[in-house]
């Protein structure tokens, strides 16, 4: 069984759940195009790089979810592996890929609404919206733009697929983190 990202879950608002992030490790690739065909070009080298793709040849298991963060106009694209939980950024190896980045994620609250189906950037969007309208009626500020998480391969049927629209909080009450 694939890996999950691991988050405490401190509240529920309004259809949301608002999450403790702690400090994680990314390995990611920009890339342009439509929303799709963008996660799909950028699988390939993150694909490589866990499977030992890199300066060390280290394998790494396969962790969910896949971050997709688009920019507004949704023509640029990062898309992220999730690396398994207490890797360390100073551990891990560089890419052999120059497109291949590999970054650390600082600990953080993020709201987020689940969903089941396909993921259109559209559907995504709108999700995104109403994050930020549930955040802002709450009273919350939001740090940067809403980012999508996919959990499940290709190949499963869409009403069967789980997905996420996400955004990061900023100065949300630390509840003892």
């Not at 940067?144 to 100065?171: M, Q, S, V």
Request: net charge positive; proline share 8%; with cysteine.
């Amino acid at each position: 069984m694939t890996e999950h990202q691991p988050f405490d879950l401190v509240a529920r608002l309004d259809g949301c759940e608002i999450r403790y992030y702690p400090k994680y490790v990314l390995v990611q690739v920009k890339t342009k195009g439509e929303f799709n065909s963008a996660a799909s070009r950028a699988f390939r080298p993150l694909v490589n790089y866990i499977s030992g793709r890199n300066k060390a040849g280290s394998q790494f298991a396969m962790t969910a979810p896949v971050i997709h963060s688009p920019n507004p106009q949704a023509t640029e694209h990062l898309v992220s592996f999730v690396l398994p939980a207490g890797t360390e950024l100073k551990d891990i190896p560089l890419p052999v890929d120059a497109e291949v980045k590999c970054v650390e994620v600082a600990p953080h609250y993020a709201a987020a609404i689940k969903f089941r189906g396909l993921a259109s950037y559209e559907h995504f969007n709108s999700l995104g919206m109403k994050l930020r309208e549930i955040t802002k009626k709450a009273g919350l500020k939001t740090l940067g733009d809403p980012y999508y998480a996919r959990f499940d391969p290709p190949w499963k049927p869409g009403f069967l697929r789980h997905n996420e629209a996400l955004i990061a909080l900023e100065n949300y009450p630390s509840k003892g983190k």
